[in-house]
């Protein structure tokens, strides 16, 4: 069994994120879907981060509803769904790659968790890791890297 497998119809596990869902684009969301979460998944985390300046946070999703698996669309913003933390540009909802120079890789890492965060307003990354650390089921990620245009 292959367990939690996170894919985006807009790239391939390390390959280039296109420009529309970057600082240079449109700034959309990629769609992603997931598939092989354990049985008893309530809720799915969702946090996007950029290693290469550390740990810089681009998107926190929480209490996406549980199952064996799901997905997310292209465009997501902040109004669309209400469960969505502040990223490190200071505002709710997801925010593109834009590296200031260079290449850099971005994380897109999903866990599976056995319920509901319940946290309140637009939460930090760090909060949302603090409230999922004892409720993961399990966990994948997704890599994607950007070029700056």
């Given at each position: 069994?292959?367990?939690?497998?996170?894919?985006?119809?807009?790239?391939?596990?390390?390959?280039?994120?296109?420009?529309?869902?970057?600082?240079?684009?449109?700034?959309?969301?990629?769609?992603?879907?997931?598939?092989?979460?354990?049985?008893?998944?309530?809720?799915?985390?969702?946090?996007?981060?950029?290693?290469?300046?550390?740990?810089?946070?681009?998107?926190?999703?929480?209490?996406?509803?549980?199952?064996?698996?799901?997905?997310?669309?292209?465009g997501l913003r902040a109004v669309d769904a209400a469960s969505q933390?502040?990223?490190?540009?200071?505002?709710a909802g997801y925010g593109g790659p834009c590296p200031p120079s260079?290449?850099?890789?971005?994380?897109?890492?999903?866990?599976?968790?056995?319920?509901?965060?319940?946290?309140?307003?637009?939460?930090?990354?760090?909060?949302?890791?603090?409230?999922?650390?004892?409720?993961?089921?399990?966990?994948?990620?997704?890599?994607?890297?950007?070029?700056?245009?």
């Open positions: 069994m292959a367990g939690l497998v996170l894919t985006s119809p807009s790239f391939d596990e390390g390959g280039a994120i296109p420009v529309r869902h970057s600082c240079d684009g449109a700034n959309l969301s990629p769609a992603l879907a997931w598939q092989g979460a354990p049985q008893g998944t309530v809720s799915f985390a969702l946090i996007v981060d950029d290693p290469d300046a550390r740990g810089f946070i681009h998107w926190v999703v929480f209490d996406i509803p549980g199952g064996s698996g799901g997905s997310l669309p292209e933390g502040r990223n490190d540009f200071g505002k260079g290449t850099h890789h971005y994380r897109f890492t999903l866990w599976a968790l056995k319920s509901r965060l319940g946290l309140s307003g637009t939460p930090s990354a760090a909060e949302v890791r603090t409230a999922l650390t004892t409720r993961i089921l399990d966990q994948t990620s997704l890599s994607g890297t950007y070029t700056r245009q």
